[in-house]
């Protein structure tokens, strides 16, 4: 028994947590939260009119129209000369719906051939076009 002198001697271990800086930390994530919550949840709530659905109208199928790198013309992969794009695409032209034409350029070939095509194609009226590239691989 010790008499006098305070409850804990040098040599006790002081077996408290400290709670100030852990309330420190939650007031800061409390306070953080409340600010970017009304952000994260910022929607405009609607209430849409209801229909009745319809059947969807068949989607015309695409015309795929490749340029080679030497400017040679094909149509769904057959080799074509000018004389016979322009007979395919009155033909394409007066279909019921109108395709879409995919437009496959290397990207080796004279732009004066890309829009000699372009131009035959919107002339014969087909003016639905696409053009398609290759992605770029994703980086690292």
């Known amino acids: 028994m010790s008499m006098g002198g ?5 040599d006790d271990v002081m077996s408290d947590i400290n709670m100030t800086p852990l309330i420190d930390v939650m007031l800061v994530l409390l306070i953080i939260f409340i600010i970017t919550l009304p952000v994260i949840n910022h929607a405009v709530k609607l209430e849409l009119p209801k229909a009745d659905s319809h059947a969807m109208e068949k989607q015309p199928e695409a015309i795929d129209v490749s340029i080679t790198a030497d400017g040679q013309v094909l149509w769904n992969k057959q080799a074509l000369d000018d004389e016979q794009l322009r007979q395919r695409i009155a033909v394409a032209a ?47």
């Not at 305070?6 to 040098?10: E, L, N």
């Not at 000699?116 to 770029?136: M, N, P, R, Y």
């Open 6 to 10: 305070s409850q804990f001697d040098a």
């Open 94 to 140: 007066v279909q019921d719906p109108v395709p879409n034409v995919r437009l496959f350029a290397d990207k080796a070939v004279r732009y004066e051939r890309v829009a000699t095509v372009l131009s035959a194609a919107q002339g014969g009226g087909l003016s639905k076009i696409d053009f398609v590239t290759e992605a770029k691989p994703a980086t690292p």
